[in-house]
């Protein structure tokens, strides 16, 4: 296969090269984002462009294109059920404002090393998942000028249990510890509402004093939030088994907790890990499509993440 067709363009998002890379840029500017040198991965959501683009600049914002040789996507799967990671077999990435060549050898070389825990995926079912496309465009905009130094390596995670996190976990710590390799991580927050069979809603931490809808939406995800940038992968499973938070990237992120828990174990050794030091999480930027009031209303919730080797 040669090229992964941008099957949501013209849908999701513009796909007029000047009008896309003109909304890319805009959003860019106005999220004034520092870009941050010891950035290892990021976090950002996956809906359409005129919902999350504005959230995404801020983790994007963050990229030193002339610091990585390699790109790593990890995003959920929505329609096709896999208890493992998918591959692409396609040579290059389509986007409107340019495609972006894959690092066709690492792929197959994962593989190889590992033939039970990754397959490759159909283009048709790769061409579906929008979670991996939407970080796409950006990636194309920010490493623009760069291509032909950068590949780029897409990765399908599918409903994959606590202990599988732990073992992709484990092979792609040994990625994350090189400043050559920046991971993106694909994931929205709560999807709330009727129409997502997720209705959930709590009183006020520490007064008991009821909230908004929103507003109790906002205090779940932060418990979310607050559990991955304290980089802990049981207490994330954990939070998420007791509050049911419908975080359609849970598994990447489980996936991304368990390899920064790996680098911070192997940070002893020389040349290892994160060169002495342990990574941080930070949350930059946290947005709903809507405020719900009623039960009516139905909301999905966006963040933005830097994860950082800083000490």
């Known amino acids: 296969v040669e090229i992964r067709r941008a099957d949501h363009a013209g849908s999701w998002?513009?796909?007029e090269t000047e009008k896309l890379a003109?909304?890319?840029d805009k959003w860019l500017q106005a999220a004034q984002t520092q870009k941050q040198p010891k950035l290892r991965a990021i976090i950002s959501p996956h809906a359409g462009y005129s919902y999350s683009g504005k959230t995404a600049a801020h983790a994007y914002g963050a990229i030193d294109s002339n610091l990585y040789k390699?790109?790593?996507v990890l995003g959920p799967s929505h329609h096709e059920y896999m208890n493992d990671c998918g591959l692409s077999k396609a040579k290059?990435?389509?986007t409107p404002v340019g495609n972006l060549p894959v690092d066709v050898e690492f792929i197959n070389y994962l593989k190889a090393q590992h033939p039970k825990m990754f397959s490759f995926l159909p283009p048709s079912v790769d061409e579906a998942e929008h979670s991996i496309e939407m970080q796409l465009p950006y990636l194309a905009r920010v490493f623009s000028g760069h291509l032909d130094k950068v590949k780029f390596v897409t990765v399908m995670v599918g409903s994959i249990s606590y202990?599988?996190?732990?073992?992709?976990g484990k092979i792609f710590a040994s990625y994350l510890k090189s400043p050559e390799n920046l991971f993106v991580i694909s994931s929205?927050?709560?999807?709330w509402g009727k129409r997502f069979r997720y209705t959930y809603t709590e009183p006020e931490k520490g007064t008991n004093a009821s909230l908004s809808i929103y507003q109790s939406i906002r205090q779940v995800d932060h418990e979310g939030m607050e559990l991955i940038s304290a980089i802990d992968p049981t207490g994330f499973h954990q939070y998420l088994d007791e509050k049911k938070n419908t975080i359609c990237g849970r598994h990447p992120i489980g996936v991304l907790l368990h390899a920064v828990v790996e680098c911070n174990k192997m940070k002893g050794s020389k040349g290892s890990g994160w060169d002495g030091s342990s990574a941080n999480i930070h949350f930059v930027r946290y947005d709903q499509s809507s405020e719900c009031q009623s039960m009516n209303d139905s909301s999905v919730s966006y963040a933005a993440a830097h994860i950082l080797a800083d000490p």
């Open 13 to 15: 998002y513009s796909n």
């Open 22 to 24: 003109g909304q890319l």
């Open 70 to 72: 390699r790109v790593i």
């Open 92 to 94: 290059q990435l389509e």
């Open 163 to 168: 202990d599988q996190e732990l073992e992709y």
């Open 188 to 191: 929205d927050f709560c999807h």
